[in-house]
């Protein structure tokens, strides 16, 4: 069965500071994605990643994928208080798209 | 273009009774799926969909229905509601493929006491 998890779970940030989330997941997948939400918010599309070595970047966020590892990092580049969130990643095998528990980022001044 | 629309946003229920869920999409996309999330556990597959006329159990089945008659419509029954199914639920979809990513919806918030 896929699964997926993230970590950490929680995650509070100075202004300034880099930080990488972790995604693992436990069986050969097509795609992973990750997502923000906001409080009371539907969740925004990131990145969608496709291949082994993948790297993608969006800001002072990237994101990669090492398929052999079944690992994918999101990676926060000197954060500011509007990347205050919680980010999910998620991924696809056949149609079937698993989510990991989300990281619920506070970024403070 | 109005993308993913749920209807309704927000519901209460009593226990044992039932409703359904919509989920339109105007973008003639394949796949369509519904969550459900809870405080803390990210977004659960209920259900999902890979054409019109087909469904598939994701990985919390149980309590809930589906159909998808039309491509664009999704529709998520509860038979008989328990205080369990309270949760925030999320439509989504996704023309399917490489490369594309999954559009979702505003999401229903749904309590049964």
């Known amino acids: 069965e896929l699964k997926v998890e993230q970590n950490p779970l929680f995650l509070s940030m100075q202004e300034g500071k880099n930080y990488t989330i972790y995604c693992n997941y436990s069986t050969t997948s097509d795609r992973l994605y990750w997502y923000r939400q906001d409080p009371g918010k539907s969740l925004e599309s990131l990145f969608v990643l496709l291949s082994n070595g993948a790297v993608k970047q969006e800001g002072r966020l990237m994101a990669s994928l090492d398929t052999k590892a079944r690992l994918s990092t999101l990676h926060i580049t000197a954060a500011v208080h509007d990347l205050s969130a919680t980010y999910f990643c998620?991924?696809?095998?056949?149609?079937?798209?698993?989510f990991g528990a989300g990281t619920r980022l506070t970024v403070k001044p | 273009n109005a993308g993913v629309t749920q209807t309704p946003k927000f519901r209460v229920l009593k226990t044992g009774q039932s409703m359904t869920l919509l989920c339109a999409q105007d973008m003639n996309h394949e796949y369509m799926y519904w969550y459900r999330q809870d405080p803390g556990m990210g977004l659960r597959l209920i259900h999902y969909?890979?054409?019109?006329?087909?469904?598939a159990k994701g990985e919390v089945p149980d309590g809930y229905n589906v159909s998808r008659l039309k491509k664009q419509n999704f529709l998520l029954g509860l038979e008989s509601a328990a205080p369990s199914q309270t949760s925030v639920y999320f439509c989504?979809?996704?023309?399917?493929?490489?490369?594309?990513?999954?559009?979702f919806g505003s999401g229903t918030r749904l309590t049964v006491v």
């Open positions: 998620a991924v696809d095998k056949g149609g079937d798209m698993r």
């Open positions: 989504a979809s996704t023309i399917g493929g490489a490369n594309y990513g999954y559009t």
């Open positions: 969909s890979v054409g019109e006329g087909t469904t």
